[in-house]
């Protein structure tokens, strides 16, 4: 009778344990359905946006396009209808919709080339950039954060704090300009000792080609970690403090752990979602680049791209590039969404 009972007893936990894991696949894969209507939903935003936003810049394309050349009334009329501005605005919407969906942008009004193949030959500069800064500063900021909150009030952690908070607080665009004149230009004792702008010299090849797309790429780099990190550590700051009066840390102390396993392996983790967010979202960045810093530096990346269309303004090019730059940071906030599940399993539930 006892091991009928017992063999009884064993099956049971098995079959609820098999209930329960059933529960959790279900509960997960509708979190992830979820998750994927709204970024289907938030795409569907970002196309009508691109195109009803950029309407509303003053200036005729057309206009800009042909300024300082001799166009005639019946010239104008035909560069509208060749790129369909003559039509009514929800002929073009409907078009544009379209067109987006099966992945054509359009044709760039300036550079009459597809829009798809302009930003195919501008990403791979603008991936270089903001990809290394957003590694270093990442990085720096998680470590820098970690140590900044384990030692809360210490000498170093009120350092961090008020130069992250300074740096925060600092236009890109202001701190590129003041590491030009200061490195580029020379200022006093400090001399000229990298580029003003550019991402190479045009002469070199080989080794010699990376060392000299490396020096090009030095203060742009610099000018994203130092206002990237800033943000990165406040953030990791801030979700381990509220972390640090938790139970189970005092658990873990009175069980005779050392306080650098207490915060690798116990309290960092249970702090990581709101900074792997703060990742994920840089890492949405890194298609979309610095627009600021790459205008600053001259860096021929998408940036610099975005910037020219809006002088125009060239309307396709303009939206293919505000596509391109939401739709990376709605696939990175939803692939951090998926990933929270795995990292605290209370989400989704």
């Known amino acids: 009778m006892s091991t009928t009972s017992t063999t009884s007893t064993t099956a049971v936990a098995r079959a609820q344990e098999a209930r329960a894991a059933s529960g959790n696949v279900r509960a997960y894969l509708l979190y992830v359905a ?44 035909t560069l509208r209808r060749q790129f369909g501005l003559d039509q009514p605005m929800w002929q073009q919407f409907t078009d544009y919709c379209a067109k987006a969906l ?88 400090i001399p000229g000792m990298f580029p003003t702008g550019g991402m190479e010299s045009g002469d070199e090849t080989g080794f010699a080609y990376v060392a000299d797309v490396a020096h090009h790429m030095v203060l742009p780099v610099l000018t994203l970690v130092a206002v990237g990190y800033a943000q990165t550590l406040l953030v990791m700051r801030s979700s381990l403090l509220d972390e640090m009066g938790s139970d189970y840390l005092t658990t873990a102390r009175a069980k005779g752990l050392r306080d650098d396993v207490v915060r690798r392996h116990h309290a960092v983790p249970n702090a990581l979602l709101p900074t792997v967010t703060m990742v994920f979202i840089n890492l949405g960045h890194v298609a979309a680049g610095s627009i600021l810093v790459e205008t600053v530096f001259s860096w021929p990346g998408l940036g610099g791209l975005f910037y020219q269309a809006l002088s125009v303004p060239d309307l396709p090019l303009v939206q293919g590039l505000f596509v391109v730059f939401a739709g990376a940071m709605i696939l990175m906030n939803l692939l951090a969404d998926l990933l929270y599940p795995l990292l605290d399993p209370r989400v989704g539930r």
Do not use: C, E
Request: glycine share 12%; hydrophobic share 50%; proline share 5%.
């Open 34 to 77: 979820g998750k994927l209507g709204g970024a289907a939903i938030s795409l569907l935003a970002v196309l009508v946006t691109s195109f009803f936003l950029f309407r509303i810049i003053p200036g005729d394309p057309v206009k800009a396009m042909t300024h300082g050349m001799p166009t005639s009334a019946a010239q104008l009329a």
């Open 102 to 189: 099966t992945g054509d942008l359009g044709t760039s009004y300036q550079f009459h080339a597809p829009v798809g193949d302009l930003i195919a030959q501008k990403l791979p500069a603008t991936l270089l950039l903001t990809g290394v800064a957003v590694l270093i500063y990442s990085a720096i900021g998680l470590w820098l954060g970690t140590r900044s909150a384990w030692r809360n009030g210490s000498l170093g952690d009120k350092l961090n704090t008020g130069v992250a908070l300074t740096l925060w607080s600092v236009p890109s665009f202001w701190l590129g300009l003041l590491l030009i004149i200061t490195f580029s230009v020379g200022i006093g004792p």
